[in-house]
């Protein structure tokens, strides 16, 4: 009778003991919002949260490349309209400056205007700098930017061809000795200004679209880690007074089954 009280108190302090783990757990998935926490909880989950954060790194690394590659672009963006727009008034005032109607007087104020502009040209491609490098320089590789933390060969470079670098050299508004010859000239150099910021615009675009997908990415993966992380409050409330209610059923039936041995003690006794 002993041994048999015995093994019962052996059973309800071991059901005990699950009841208070499982109580514990739930009252810590509670505390936490979270019910994947640690490999036990889960391990095949587990391993695809751990998956998605070391990803979210990685994005965080992109998504500041590109944000860089963003910044320096715009400033080549501004120069090259500077420059662009430099050109057409140029073109401009060449033409002014070859009408049979022009004044000997107004055509010295256009020849200045046309040195000042070619001055304020060369100043922008030379200031025209990010992060010590110099962005209108030819077949030099500005930046290499890595477009996804799992994928090492996507990598978006970023450089100009010598075809798209302006040269102001040659340049004079009277050049060649009539107007379209002149005109000629500038239509040359204008046309590499133009490429670079064209390509400077398909840069910008490129990269913004990047950072559309690399947020997007991000999302998803915050999104899956929610859903697979997160508790449900309501049921997870469930499960912790059910494991209460067993916690107090356990501990009645103990304090029943003391009483009982002890009862059969005094009786043999």
């Known amino acids: 009778m002993v041994d048999t009280l015995r093994l019962a108190t052996g059973r309800i302090g071991s059901h005990y003991k699950t009841s208070s783990n499982a109580l514990a757990n739930s009252l810590s998935r509670l505390s936490s919002g979270k019910k994947i926490a640690q490999p036990s909880d889960g391990i095949g989950e587990f391993i695809r949260i751990q998956r998605i954060r070391q990803d979210r790194r990685g994005y965080d690394e992109v998504t500041r490349n590109l944000a860089r590659g963003t910044a320096m ?20 005032i060449t033409e002014l400056y070859h009408m ?29 700098k990010f992060d010590g490098k110099e962005l209108m320089q030819s077949d030099n590789v500005l930046s290499s930017i890595s477009l996804d933390p799992n994928g090492l060969d996507m990598v978006l470079e970023i450089k100009y061809a010598a075809d798209q670098m302006f040269d102001t050299s040659g340049l004079a508004i009277d050049a060649g000795g009539s107007k379209e ?3 000629a000239l500038i239509d040359e150099q204008k046309s590499k200004a133009m490429a670079y910021l064209g390509q400077t615009s398909g840069y910008l675009r490129s990269v913004e679209t990047q950072r559309t997908l690399v947020n997007a990415a991000v999302e998803n993966g915050q999104a899956y880690e929610s859903l697979v992380e997160g508790i449900d409050e309501g049921e997870e409330l469930a499960r912790m007074v059910t494991h209460e209610i067993r916690q107090q059923a356990s501990i009645s039936m103990l304090m029943h089954a003391n009483v009982a041995r002890q009862g059969v003690l005094k009786l043999l006794g």
């Open 100 to 128: 049979g109607s022009t004044s000997s007087e107004r055509k010295e104020l256009y020849d200045l205007e046309f040195s000042t502009i070619l001055v304020n040209m060369n100043t922008i491609k030379q200031a025209a």
């Open 181 to 183: 010859a002149a005109m």
């Open 73 to 92: 672009l715009n400033v080549a963006e501004a120069a090259g309209t500077e420059v662009v727009n430099g050109f057409m008034r140029l073109k401009e």
